[in-house]
C-alpha cells in the first residue's frame, strides 16, 4: 500500500468519523487508529492467514448500542445458537442494490454460503457481501445507510 492511499483512507476516517481502521490483505496489515489515549498507527506482516475467519466483536458505534433489526427477530429453538454475518471491511452498509430495489436479505429468508445479503460501499466500491453461512436470517444488526466496521455484526443467522 503506498502513502497516497494511506492518506485516502485517512481521509475516508475523517470524512465519516471513524476512530479505526484495520486492514488484512496478503500478509500486509494495516491499523489506524484515533481518539484513544495512546494514538497507534502501525503496519506489520502477518503470519499466514488461518483456514478458518474468526468473527471479531466489535463495540457498538459512537451513536450507542447497535441498531435494532428492522422486524422483530423470531424466537431461535432452544438449544440452536445463533451464527453472526459480520463485515468483512468498513464502510457503508446498503440492504439493497438501490434504494428502489427489494433487499437482499430479510428475516425468515433462506441463505446459503453463495447468498448475497448487502452491500457494502467502501471509497465508492460497492461490495456484494455473501453470507458465508447456511440458515434463515433470524435478525437484522446493522442499520441501512449506516457505517460500518470491520468486524461489526451485520446479521444473525439461525
Not at 481521509?11 to 500486509?28: I, Q, W
Not at 502477518?46 to 451513536?63: R, Y
Not at 440492504?95 to 460501499?121: L, N, W
Amino acid at each position: 500500500m503506498e502513502l497516497k492511499d494511506i492518506k485516502a483512507v485517512i481521509d475516508l476516517m475523517k470524512k465519516n468519523d471513524l476512530s479505526v481502521f484495520e486492514m488484512e490483505k496478503d500478509g500486509f496489515k494495516l491499523k489506524l487508529q484515533k481518539g484513544a489515549v495512546d494514538q497507534t498507527s502501525f503496519v506489520t506482516a502477518l503470519p499466514p492467514p488461518s483456514p478458518m475467519p474468526l468473527a471479531i466483536p466489535v463495540p457498538a458505534l459512537a451513536g450507542g448500542a447497535p441498531a435494532a433489526a428492522a422486524a422483530p427477530a423470531p424466537e431461535a429453538p432452544k438449544g440452536a445458537p445463533l451464527r453472526d454475518i459480520v463485515s468483512p471491511m468498513v464502510g457503508t452498509f446498503y440492504r439493497a442494490g438501490s434504494p428502489e430495489s427489494p433487499p437482499f436479505a430479510d428475516v425468515g429468508k433462506q441463505v446459503t454460503e453463495d447468498s448475497v445479503v448487502c452491500i457494502i460501499e467502501a471509497m465508492k466500491v460497492m461490495n456484494e457481501i455473501k453470507a458465508e453461512v447456511s440458515g434463515v436470517i433470524a435478525e437484522i444488526v446493522a442499520e441501512n445507510g449506516k457505517p460500518v466496521q470491520f468486524g461489526q455484526v451485520l446479521f444473525r443467522v439461525r
